[in-house]
């Protein structure tokens, strides 16, 4: 699909995330100003609030949908009005579209404000937080390190995109620090455990999927039906503790190495801005069940890097640099069999991809592969040497899929490490 051209002059430039073509949703402030959902285009937020006051942006029921500080109210419509708000939204922003926007010179100061100038909030109210571990090439180098390469996948791991349940109250936005956390550590030479700040702060390239439409306890979906109850996507980095989770994970799982923290981009890209940049998933290695088939592909080629920046560093090192086609399983697929025993799936739920890793050291999406357990540390480009994060360490997620002559951006997802809170006095 070549480049849709808009009045608005800065989303017409190759270099810009968020020309026509792509109009992701987010929550914005300006000032003292309660958040209300916007889109960004160009170096521009248009407030959808504004729009949905003057009628020109108005559902039958005469509901509010915009002018809330979450995107679900817009989430639960489903995909036939999200359909027709895009298709909308692109007539009064397209050069030589509708005018009612671009012909109203008060109208267009009242809507369209400079992204420089606003505060991004939470997109949309997690509702529930679900992180999977769907990366071949992530699972067979973790599962190399703890178990060596004959054992690396576990027996299942072929056949289902394996997950756990996070938690949804501390899903922050971009731009929070993040405390380090502290809990149970036991080295292998150690005893007994002890207690401490985690000393194997990690990240994790991740893409989420944000479920729009909601679905009956006990009522399984097709892989069809899934894709369609997608809104969009956003980026995520599930902070990890390596050594919390070394000492708590067996045989349950993650539970406090990831409970503490995890980040997600300010903005939501739609299906609709991927449609034309699906591909296929890789090879099978073992045939799936006939419920995980796909009838169209489910993946989408989108490139992704991962940036560290040290405090007082003039500039942030790329660590890696990778590609959301290389996840084993899709979000759609992960949404089927997060369904199929009957849980029921609302809007408002967030599906973390699990980590995104390609074959090459330069794709790894983890410190842990990255250092190879802290065993390979490596040297950033402004001299730093690191294993794993030191405190105010900053890591910076971004995504982007190329058109002809243009770019579906998914914006920053930034975080920095802070230090442990002081511990309080466990006697008292």
């Known amino acids: 699909m070549p480049l849709m051209r808009s009045w608005v002059e800065s989303a017409n430039s190759p270099d810009t995330n968020f020309p026509l073509n792509n109009l992701p949703y987010g929550v914005f402030g300006r000032g003292a100003d309660e958040p209300v959902c916007g889109v960004a285009i160009g170096d521009m937020v248009l407030d959808l609030a504004v729009l949905e006051t003057v009628g020109l942006l108005a559902f039958e029921d005469g509901d509010e949908i915009f002018n809330l500080p979450f995107l679900n109210g817009l989430m639960e419509t489903g995909p036939q009005a999200w359909a027709v708000v895009r298709e909308n939204l692109i007539e009064l922003l397209a050069e030589g579209g509708n005018d009612a926007l671009s012909g109203n010179p008060a109208l267009r100061g009242a809507a369209l404000v400079p992204l420089q100038d606003v505060t991004l909030y939470m997109p949309f109210l997690v509702a529930e937080y679900t992180d999977f571990y769907a990366g071949k090439q992530h699972a067979i180098n973790v599962g190399t390190m703890f178990r060596g390469a004959e054992n690396a996948l576990p027996p299942n791991w072929l056949h289902i995109p394996i997950g756990y349940n996070g938690r949804a109250s501390s899903v922050v936005v971009s731009g929070t620090d993040i405390h380090r956390p502290q809990g149970q550590l036991k080295s292998a030479d150690e005893a007994a455990p002890h207690f401490g700040a985690s000393a194997r702060m990690d990240i994790e390239l991740e893409l989420g999927a944000v479920v729009g439409v909601p679905t009956e306890m006990g009522k399984p979906v097709t892989t069809s039906e899934a894709d369609e109850m997608i809104f969009g996507y956003v980026l995520l980095n599930d902070w990890s503790s390596r050594d919390i989770q070394a000492w708590e994970y067996q045989p349950l799982g993650p539970f406090q190495g990831k409970a503490f923290g995890t980040s997600i981009g300010p903005w939501v890209v739609t299906k609709a801005a991927l449609e034309s940049f699906r591909c296929v998933a890789p090879e099978r290695d073992e045939p799936l069940l006939p419920y995980l088939s796909e009838p169209k592909p489910g993946l989408y080629d989108i490139n992704l890097e991962v940036t560290m920046q040290p405090e007082g560093a003039p500039l942030a090192t790329t660590i890696c640099k990778t590609n959301y086609n290389r996840m084993y399983y899709s979000a759609a697929q992960q949404l089927t069999h997060h369904a199929v025993g009957g849980c029921p799936m ?54 982007w899929t190329s058109g002809d002559g243009y770019k579906i951006g998914f914006g920053e997802c930034t975080g920095r490490i802070l230090p442990a809170v002081q511990e309080p006095d466990w006697t008292k």
Do not use: A, H, Q
């Open 346 to 399: 609302n809007t408002g739920d967030l599906l973390g991809s699990g980590t995104i890793s390609g074959p090459d050291k330069s794709e790894y999406g983890s410190l842990l592969e990255k250092c190879w357990g802290g065993k390979e540390p490596f040297t950033l480009d402004t001299g730093e040497v690191r294993t794993f994060l030191e405190d105010y360490d900053r890591m910076t997620l971004r995504g």
